[in-house]
């Protein structure tokens, strides 16, 4: 009987945590203010001589993904490259669904003046 309790409380808890996990998988998009840049140099750009539009074009020219620089958090940006292109080194806020740490963008838009990360 004992056994038989065990294994139900395992099954019980083994449903509930992944009814959690969708419920937190399958929330609303998420929005994001920060820095467009790179996956290779982040808040960092390697190229000295750049501006950080520049640096961060040629990495994603070497096949680097855009990433969005918020606050100390580095996301992986997927999707709308030719807009991401447009705001290189420039303070945007991105809508998307955010899986991990890769953010699959939905849109782009510039920050507003004063909008925190």
């Not at 040629?58 to 855009?66: L, N």
């Amino acid at each position: 009987m004992i056994h038989k309790r065990t294994t139900l409380a395992a099954v019980l808890f083994a449903g509930l945590l992944a009814v959690t996990q969708l419920s937190a998988q399958s929330s609303g998009p998420t929005r994001f203010t920060g820095i467009v840049s790179d996956s290779m140099c982040g808040a960092h750009h390697m190229a000295k001589d750049k501006t950080p539009a520049e640096c961060t074009r040629i990495c994603i020219k070497q096949g680097m993904k855009y990433a969005l620089i918020a606050g100390d958090k580095v996301y992986t940006l997927e999707g709308h490259d030719s807009e991401l292109d447009k705001f290189a080194g420039q303070k945007v806020t991105v809508t998307g669904k955010l899986t991990g740490d890769t953010l699959a963008v939905s849109s782009v838009t510039p920050a507003k003046q004063g909008s925190a990360s």
